[in-house]
């Protein structure tokens, strides 16, 4: 399965943004779906997680962005989407998707643990 991510860019601090994960060759739905960022000289950080459909599709966030941010499905559509609302300054990242063929109990919050990645989007907080 190919991803791809989009929807990022430059906002003020409190402001939203939704990003999308689109797939192409495969069902979206049936992989379990991470959202991860990257922020310059950092390592890549767990956002929140979306179960496939088949386990239910429960969603599960870091503690950094409950509350803030949240994550959903079109299956119609085939992407993964991250509602992203009150941003900060210290969520500006670069953004990836990624897809994990196997589903482990628990929240899946490692890179590790997902097979496939999209490109990455910048998202751009200023304060």
């Known amino acids: 399965v190919q991803l791809q991510a989009s929807g990022g860019g430059s906002v003020q601090a409190g402001e939203s943004l939704r990003l999308s994960c689109t797939a192409s060759?495969?069902?979206?739905?049936?992989?379990?779906t991470g959202w991860f960022r990257q922020a310059p000289g950092k390592e890549r950080e767990f956002v929140g997680t979306?179960?496939?459909?088949?386990?239910?599709?429960?969603?599960f966030y870091a503690d950094s962005v409950k509350g803030r941010f949240t994550i959903s499905r079109d299956s119609a559509r085939n992407t993964v989407y991250l509602q992203m609302n009150s941003l900060k300054f210290e969520d500006t990242a670069v953004y990836f998707c990624?897809?994990?063929?196997?589903?482990?109990?628990?929240?899946?919050?490692?890179?590790?643990?997902?097979?496939?990645w999209g490109q990455g989007t910048q998202v751009t907080v200023s304060s």
């Open positions: 990624g897809a994990a063929e196997r589903h482990v109990v628990g929240i899946m919050s490692r890179a590790s643990q997902y097979n496939y």
């Open positions: 060759g495969g069902t979206l739905s049936r992989y379990t």
């Open positions: 979306i179960r496939r459909s088949g386990s239910g599709g429960a969603t």
